[in-house]
């Protein structure tokens, strides 16, 4: 379990956070020449100038996705490695290396030394624990493989936790998962939300079966929105007999995980003596929030005792919603977290913002005459987006003809009297949606030459 005791108040929290960042501090001032040269753009020339908690927050943004991703053609430049001018060690003391899936043309990394990974697998073993798999289990992982956080780097942490992982990845295509799941009969299955409702659409046809048959007992989801929407949550339960449970881990010892409740209350942080996940700022002053329950806020991610490429003050782009306090779902206390939305995906109509994820959670609700498959449809990037918001629903299996005009018309009314903003409704055929075995686009830029596409 988390080496912080259950019942420890965020006070307490952060008090150890601030300990572990008294350290922290002049590690990454002393041994990178990128993070020094940020301390002296915010006015701070000596680390021992940070004095106390307040001090550290109210430092400015020191890295985003944009600027990791330059520190990391600076240093492919300067020292013929892409792994970023913030990195704190030794090239050679680097063992390990994941990224995101790099769409915007630039692949974002993240470097492990040897005490990194060790420590990685000791927050993953706490998030495995909560969420009730056991040493012994057969794991099938159905993630991404490549470089991606939740591939090679889960299935490292579950070899460390003892577990057997199946590592066939999303890659594999659904017809080779379901074979391979039906094979295998893993009681733990790790896959994306829109993952795993896609398998429940192909079992029949693909193995003859049921994904209920399989004797799967844990869905572990990552990756997008819908292990937290309670529509998506209720589906995949019910259709795998299994529970579910919402989880964000990997990068600069993050880990979290939503409880063994069939409600979901937001997910608990395993690693909260290895990192700060939940530093809150305004997303449009970029000052720090008040920590207390319920507040909604930026991220902002520090890793407390990471060694080579740590998040120091790093704008992940997350937006957040802070729980402490008992759990009304398992009754642990300290932190949990909800993540509502992106601050590069928040909509904004005529002065009403709303992210994506809340949208796709008011449509869900009307499953099972909607198949779950959502996308909001945008002519610009966001955030100006001109009212009615344009969103193809696809309709379930057994949804006739005659009735979509009317549905489309309930989940209109709905959206509105739910998120205030005004939806055009486009009920399409099940199936005409395309699915994804990794990450499905929930947002949607039109090309201009393509009105089709409405």
């Known amino acids: 379990m988390n080496s912080m005791d259950a ?15 008294r350290a922290q501090i002049p590690y990454v001032f002393n041994n990178s020449d990128y993070f020094k040269e ?17 001090d550290f927050r109210n430092l400015p943004i020191m890295m985003d996705k944009t600027s990791h991703r330059q520190s990391q053609l600076d240093s492919l430049e300067r020292y013929g490695h892409p792994f970023g001018m913030h990195l704190c060690v030794p090239k050679e003391k680097i063992i390990h290396v994941a990224a995101t899936s790099g769409t915007t043309g630039h692949p974002t990394f993240y470097t492990y030394t040897r005490r990194d990974l060790e420590i990685t697998q000791k927050v993953f073993g706490n998030m495995f624990d909560v969420a009730t ?6 794991v099938y992982t159905a993630f991404g493989l490549s470089l991606w956080l939740a591939g090679v780097t889960f299935i490292l942490g579950l070899e460390a936790y003892g577990a057997t992982p199946i590592p066939v990845g999303a890659e594999a295509g659904p017809t080779k998962i379901l074979q391979y799941l039906k094979l295998t009969r893993p009681r733990v299955l790790m896959g994306t939300p829109s993952l795993l409702t896609h398998l429940i659409e192909r079992a029949p046809a693909e193995i003859d079966c049921e ?20 529509a998506v949550r209720e589906r995949l339960m019910s259709a795998y007999g299994a529970m579910i449970y919402d989880v964000t881990g990997g990068a600069w010892h993050n880990g979290t995980v939503s409880c063994n409740c069939r409600d979901y209350h937001g997910m608990h942080q395993m690693g909260e003596d290895y990192s700060f996940r939940w530093d809150l700022i305004d997303p449009e002053t970029k000052k720090p929030l008040p920590l207390s329950n319920g507040a909604i806020g930026e991220v902002v991610h520090t890793g407390l005792e990471y060694e080579a490429g740590p998040a120091f003050r790093y704008a992940i782009g997350d937006i957040i919603r802070l729980h402490t306090g ?60 001109e009212p009615p918001l344009q969103v193809l629903v696809e309709a379930g299996e057994t949804l006739g003809n005659a009735d979509r005009e009317a ?22 055929d099940f199936g005409s949606i395309g699915r994804s075995s990794l990450k499905t686009k929930l947002l949607v830029v039109l090309e201009p030459d393509n009105p089709d596409a409405r």
């Open 326 to 385: 008992e759990c009304p779902g398992c009754g642990r206390s300290g932190t949990r977290m909800e993540i509502l939305g992106r601050t590069d995906d928040i909509l904004n109509l005529k002065g009403v913002k709303v992210y994506p994820a809340s949208v796709k959670e008011v449509i869900s609700e009307f499953q099972p005459d909607i198949s779950g498959q959502v996308q909001i449809l945008l002519d610009a990037p966001p955030p100006r987006v």
């Open 133 to 138: 798999i056991r040493p012994s289990d057969t």
């Open 407 to 428: 549905l489309a018309k309930r989940i209109e009314d709905q959206v509105h009297n739910v998120l205030s903003i005004r939806a055009r409704i486009k009920i399409v």
């Open 38 to 54: 940020r301390f002296r753009e915010a006015g701070v020339n000596d680390p021992r100038d940070i004095r106390t908690m307040d």
């Open 211 to 230: 994904v209920a048959d399989l004797g799967i007992d844990v869905l572990f989801c990552s990756g997008e929105p819908g292990a937290g929407i309670p």
């Open 7 to 21: 019942n420890t108040d965020i006070t307490e929290i952060l008090e150890r956070k601030w300990a572990k960042l």
